[in-house]
């Protein structure tokens, strides 16, 4: 079996909690084997980083450059390639970077891809069986992968259970002058923060919440109108912010706001995982949907199948009836 | 500039709810209604965009069959300027990477300062873009939420996590995959399509680019998925069932208990 290594997020000297679903993805692979973390960055928040990962990993490599400094997924892949020996398995995270990074990198390291991987059902020297999602998460597909030539697979967050691991004393290897002269032609210039809203969502204990259910923009006032009623906010998924029906700052998910109510109603929301990565701390879920299959039904407490075009008028009105 | 958007036909989920067949090996496959891949809307709109800023033309590819012409002529409505498709039955069963390298042998026969894709496509891999600028040796960008054409680069942002953005310039050229909501694009009508219709639109096989088995289509795929299923439910939620007036007392009760409502 190939060589597995992790690729390990970090921000500001801190491991992301993905450098242990990775290792559990690894484990899923190849029992045997103990993986290796490959940490890219530059200065004392790199080096922080490797010695963290030393209690969880038997191995750190640790590839150094000032050019590294902020994660450019352009001057990473250049010097994972120069890095990594011809014909591993290397896993990252399926976020923003990875989908960045990582098709490009399997081209480069002339290795399969396979991208969001939500389960691993083993391998041999030759080929590998992975699940994925296809269809916004409505169907599942079984993938076989051939790994003769090696890997790049990215892991759908939160999808693999973090092991309780025994701990490791690992060694960090300096693998900086291995990684040889790194050019950008893309260059990083500034991260912008997103412009604040009306209202801010992640103060409302209850959440009215829309997706592409909602059919267009007139309808938002239905939502509005139950919000007021329960005294919540609304909310809304991609594709309501995607159509200019409601601003970026209401928009729950990966790429929007992290909210934490203690009541979230999904109306006319499909459940993209994207979606989900948005709502921590466990939530009464209710799903209002028309679709009986749609995946949000597999996460909430309570679901009811109705068009929420109808749902919510009858639900307001009840509300303040009482 | 001379852009270069590379788009698909795929099922659209917002006409199909996607069932498994009866066979429980693959999706349910009559009567789907197909469309282009809406992120693929957003690329070329933005395409569109910027070369009425600074001219130049859009063309729009696509890797398939007859079917498949649909869509270009979908596109060449929005205002592309010229659809291609290449087809060859030694294509059929290509993974990402043979549908990259196809496209990467269409590209090297003619001459684009800027290449575009949709964010994903219905399997969610987005994968082609990434593969594509690799093959090309071309520099890539994910997730791009707004592009600023500059001398000989771009500045671009991109979507990361939290709602922030990415700022970076990029060297043309260059591949991006585009975000949805970058733009809003044009709403295309009946008689946009008509007037497309009879437009020939040049085919390119296997032989032209220099693209066989070997590199391309099912035998070269490293990756192979093997079918769908739909994974057990698990717990999944508490259905609420009756008249919409029972259903909506219930979820009254629930929401009070549950500290929703006072």
């Known amino acids: ?10 921000k500001s000297g801190v491991a992301d909690d ?34 963290s990962l030393r209690a969880s990993f038997d191995e750190v490599w640790k590839i150094a450059n000032e050019s590294l400094a902020y994660p450019n997924a352009e001057l990473v892949r250049q010097a994972l390639k120069n890095v990594l020996p011809a014909g591993c398995i290397v896993l990252v995270p399926h976020s923003h970077f990875g ?39 409505q169907v599942s597909a079984h993938v076989r992968c051939d790994i003769s030539s090696g890997a790049v697979i990215t892991i759908r967050p939160g999808a693999f259970k973090p092991l309780a691991s025994a701990p490791a004393s690992g060694v960090v290897v300096d693998k900086s002058a291995a990684a040889g002269a790194l050019t950008a032609r893309r260059r990083y210039l500034e ?21 592409r259910g909602i059919g267009e923009q007139e309808n938002v006032a239905l939502a509005q109108d139950l919000a007021d009623a329960l005294g919540a906010a609304v909310s809304c998924s991609r594709p309501v912010v995607d159509a200019k029906w409601m601003e970026k700052s209401r928009q729950v998910g990966s790429s929007g706001q992290t909210v934490k109510p203690k009541v979230y109603l999904a109306c006319g929301i499909s459940g993209s995982f994207q979606h989900l990565a948005g709502i921590k701390g466990n939530p009464f879920m209710v799903a209002i949907n028309k ?32 | 500039m001379e852009i270069l958007v590379c788009a698909r036909r795929v099922p659209d989920t917002s006409e199909n709810e996607i069932e498994m067949n009866s066979a429980g090996n693959d999706i349910e496959r009559d009567d789907l209604v197909y469309s282009v891949n809406e992120p693929d809307n957003y690329a070329v709109e933005e395409a569109l965009e910027i070369v009425e800023r600074t001219g130049g033309t859009v063309t729009v590819v696509t890797v398939g069959g007859d079917d498949d012409e649909e869509i270009l002529r979908r596109e060449m409505a929005m205002g592309a300027k010229q659809g291609v498709l290449l087809s060859d039955d030694a294509f059929e069963g290509s993974d990402g990477r043979g549908i990259a390298t196809i496209l990467a042998a269409f590209v090297k026969k003619g001459h684009y300062d800027l290449i575009l894709t949709g964010v994903q496509a219905e399997d969610g891999a987005a994968q082609v873009g990434g593969m594509l600028a690799a ?47 970058i733009n809003e694009p044009r709403y295309v009508g009946m008689r946009g399509i008509r007037q497309v219709a009879s437009v020939p639109i040049p085919t390119f096989d296997g032989p032209y680019l220099g693209v066989n088995g070997d590199k391309a289509g099912l035998a070269a795929a490293k990756v192979k998925r093997l079918d769908y299923f739909v994974p057990p439910l698990g717990k999944g939620a508490e259905m609420l069932e009756g008249s919409t007036a029972e259903i909506v007392d219930k979820l009254i009760d629930l929401l009070k208990a549950k500290g929703g409502l006072n």
């Open chain 1, 1 to 10: 079996m190939a060589r597995i290594f992790a690729y390990i997020i970090h």
């Open chain 1, 99 to 137: 989908t960045d990074l990582s098709p490009g990198l399997s081209i480069q390291m002339n290795s399969a891809y396979v991208p969001d991987a939500t389960d691993i059902e083993g391998a041999d020297g030759i080929a590998m069986r992975l699940v994925r999602q296809e269809f916004g998460g």
């Open chain 2, 135 to 181: 093959l090309l040796d071309y520099p890539f960008a994910s997730l791009v939420n707004s592009i600023e054409v500059q001398q000989g680069k771009l500045k671009i942002s991109r979507e990361i996590e939290g709602g922030n953005k990415e700022i970076n310039e990029i060297d043309l050229p260059c591949v991006l995959s585009i975000q949805t909501g």
């Open chain 1, 291 to 322: 679709n009986p299959k749609a995946p949000i039904f597999r996460v909430a407490d309570v679901g009811i199948t109705a068009d929420i075009l109808e749902f919510l008028p009858e639900l307001t009105a009840r509300i303040r009836e009482k």
């Open chain 1, 18 to 51: 993905s450098a242990a679903e990775l290792a559990a993805a690894a484990k899923k692979i190849d029992a045997a084997q103990s993986p290796a973390a490959v940490v890219t960055g530059w200065g004392t928040d790199c080096d922080a980083v490797c010695e």
């Open chain 1, 191 to 211: 991260t912008m923060a997103p412009e604040t809203g009306d209202v801010d969502i992640t103060k409302y204990p209850v959440l009215v919440s829309i997706g």
